[in-house]
């Protein structure tokens, strides 16, 4: 089948853009005039209830309904006391490593859409212009979507020479082919300050 993106922007107060796969819908973003967008915002939330059935929670992070999270979007760091796995499985049960109250960073991953609320995340992803600031990751690397094999070298090269922190990936985007070792530094100074800013804050 043949990925298509749809766009409908007749009505002025509202767009509509719609990816679908043959006659599937994957997925529907709205966009209204007078409502702010929060995807991609990042929010400390609050755990209000726990649902042991989806091994997932929802969260009030200030939105109109509660976010859902599932465990599978929790990094390990939120987890508490004893997390091992049961039955053989790869992760703990959500009931055992997430308390009610419990206050989570997390990132807007999906808007709310009708009466579903908004699904969340709490691996952080700051994207810049050229550079992409993963807290919580150690993976540092270049898009896939650069191909060019010298491209890729000197990009690598470049940002071998980042001071990053540990515990923060990086990734450069497919924007940041071609640009100079001075873009890219600046970027990831400016992410690196926002993410800074960012955690002072939920602190």
């Not at 997932?56 to 465990?71: E, H, K, P, Q, T």
């Not at 994207?127 to 491209?151: C, F, H, N």
């Amino acid at each position: 089948m043949t990925k298509k993106m749809l766009i409908n922007m007749v009505d002025e107060e509202e767009s509509r853009i719609a990816i679908v796969d043959g006659q599937q819908l994957e997925d529907l973003y709205v966009e209204s005039a007078g409502r702010e967008q929060v995807k991609g915002n990042i929010y400390k939330g609050v755990v209000v209830s726990i649902a042991k059935s989806l091994q997932s929670c929802f969260v009030d992070y200030g939105g109109n309904r509660a976010g859902f999270l599932s465990i599978d979007e929790i990094d390990p760091q939120f987890f508490r006391g004893n997390s091992q796995t049961k039955n053989g499985s790869s992760k703990p049960a959500i009931q055992d490593v997430i308390r009610l109250k419990q206050e989570l960073l997390v990132q807007v991953v999906k808007e709310e859409i009708g009466s579903k609320g908004a699904s969340l995340t709490t691996y952080i992803s700051i994207p810049g212009r050229y550079l992409v600031l993963m807290p919580g990751a150690d993976e540092v690397g270049i898009s896939r979507k650069v191909e060019d094999d010298t491209q890729r070298k000197r990009l690598k090269e470049i940002i071998a020479g980042f001071e990053v922190p540990e515990g923060i990936g990086l990734i450069v985007r497919t924007a940041g082919s071609g640009k100079s070792k001075a873009d890219l530094v600046k970027d990831f100074n400016y992410l690196r300050r926002l993410w800074s800013a960012i955690d002072e804050a939920s602190a």
